[in-house]
């Protein structure tokens, strides 16, 4: 079976251009099967201040209003995914950049209003991802750059979080090749010590997981990646690793590379 990596990338890396080429000339730089799943969520706020449209965040997400949403196809599907498709092909890579309504890649539901009502965002189902046409691509020799954009299958577009459209990327795509997850972003991976980069974990499994939050070593914002990635390992994905994007170049050859999630 082949082998695949998801890799996602955080705005660290996209908001800094030193770091976007240096970082998409690494990941050129990886053999084999590929996909790179982004977002850009601070330069859509950037966008919306100059539009005089006021983003609106609750617990770290986006409040996607009609308003914002046209903000957001715009950036994430436009400038962000076309400007780091043109720099993959100056460095030979042959990407195609797409939403999840691009062949019908990738469909989603709008999230239920329960006590906060997100507007136009979009929830991944079971069956979202159309692995079979992703395969097609991948086989024929493109490499697929998602934004953070599905549709519903009826006409809208719905923002949805990155984070979630590489883990079910990972999952689905099981089915045809040994897939590995990578998510990219300004730690060296998951640290015993918040404040030490050197405190890097290495390896950690469902058992040492449970140990770190019961320690509290691994507590907030760092909760959800790490839920989604266990689940994603549960549902069949080889491993989970999580780094820093300026480490990339390391993973083709050093194992050492960020904190390796698996079985």
């Not at 996909?35 to 449209?53: C, F, N, P």
């Not at 750059?145 to 990327?169: K, M, P, R, Y």
């Amino acid at each position: 079976m082949k082998t695949l990596h998801i890799i996602k990338i955080g705005g660290n890396v996209i908001d800094n251009s030193e770091n976007l080429h240096r970082f998409l000339q690494d990941f050129t730089a990886l053999e084999g099967l590929k996909i790179l799943v982004h977002g850009g969520g601070k330069v859509a706020t950037q966008v919306s201040e100059s539009m005089g449209v006021e983003a609106h965040m609750i617990d770290g997400r986006r409040i996607t209003d009609i308003d914002t949403l046209r903000i957001v196809t715009m950036v994430y599907g436009g400038l962000i995914n076309k400007n780091i498709v043109a720099q993959l092909q100056r460095y030979g890579t042959n990407a195609l950049g797409v939403t999840g309504a691009d062949g019908d890649l990738i469909r989603a539901k709008k999230r239920p209003v329960k006590t906060i009502d997100y507007g136009f965002a979009g929830d991944i189902f079971e069956d979202s991802v159309r692995s079979s046409n992703i395969a097609k691509l991948l086989d024929a020799g493109f490499i697929p750059v998602f934004c953070a954009l599905t549709h519903n299958g009826e006409g809208q577009l719905l923002n949805t979080n990155a984070d979630t459209i590489a883990s079910a990327l990972a999952v689905a795509l099981c089915e045809f090749y040994e897939t590995t997850l990578v998510y990219c972003f300004e730690k060296k991976g998951v640290l015993m010590d918040i404040n030490d980069d050197d405190s890097l974990i290495r390896d950690i499994d469902p058992v040492r997981y449970e140990e770190f939050k019961k320690e509290q070593i691994i507590h907030s914002g760092m909760l959800p990646k790490m839920d989604n990635a266990f689940t994603a390992i549960a549902c069949g994905v080889k491993a989970v690793i999580i780094g820093h994007s300026a480490d990339l170049g390391k993973l083709k050859s050093d194992s050492s590379f960020g904190t390796r999630l698996s079985k």
